[in-house]
């Protein structure tokens, strides 16, 4: 048998761990006195109202080494697992992980550990192509080199709707934020390639960041093997992104949406696209 394993922070289209049988371990946010482990207890709906009434910065954290060690433990001898996590850049879960896999110390169980250099859709990116391969009956090692692909051509562009949460978060000061939303600028972020988040650019009003955005992906469009519309609470952006999209792009489009934990750091109303 082989397992997939990924993290909580990974996006994928709706229903699609379920009918693949992958197994997510959860990172955990904690917000007014109480902690929920990211994409179980509590719905995206209901933690986005709580964080837009809170004037706090949640705090967010890591799977502990023994919530990886209680999956592995499910493995029996002659098992494989793939497990594809959150960027080592922007969490410890990699090293979580790889400490759980030496404390179980099984050398009849084979267990690859990757660091996705990404999250939310790019980590879901490589999370899907994994399930496709493995139904093909690829073996690990052709698997790992086409993850491997994946990332290089792997390309995330997103726009922060409020510079409250970048500032709650400690990424930018108070006057930056103060200053930046009088003038109404927008970073459009980015994870590309090193597996850390980055400012793209900075651009009057978010119209105007999220058509560069766009203009970006159709630069690229013709060798984009799968485009997604990412954002955080904002599904009718989304949406509306999505059919600008439709004109130029003819491949696959799909529509995800970031969970807690990252949608803490960059805050309701973000949206976003990527491709490989």
Known sequence: MRLIITDSTVSLPAGFAESNNITIVPLKVNIDGKSYR??????????YKLLRSKPVFPQTSQPSSGDFLKVFK???????????LISSQIS??????????????NDKIRIEIIDSLSTVIGLGFQVMKACELNNEGKSLEEIIQELKQVQEKSKILFVVDNLEYLHRGGRISHTAKTIGNLLQLKPILSIIGNGRIEVYDKVRTKGKAVKKIIEELKSEAAKAKLVSVAHVDAPSEAEAIYKQVKEFYKGPIIITEAGPVIGSHVGPGSVGLAWY
């Open 38 to 47: 990211d994409g179980i207890d509590i719905s995206n709906r209901e933690y």
């Open 74 to 84: 499910t493995l029996k001898p002659g098992d494989e697992a793939l497990v594809i």
């Open 92 to 105: 410890g879960t990699v090293q979580a992980a790889q400490i759980a896999k030496n404390m179980l110390n």
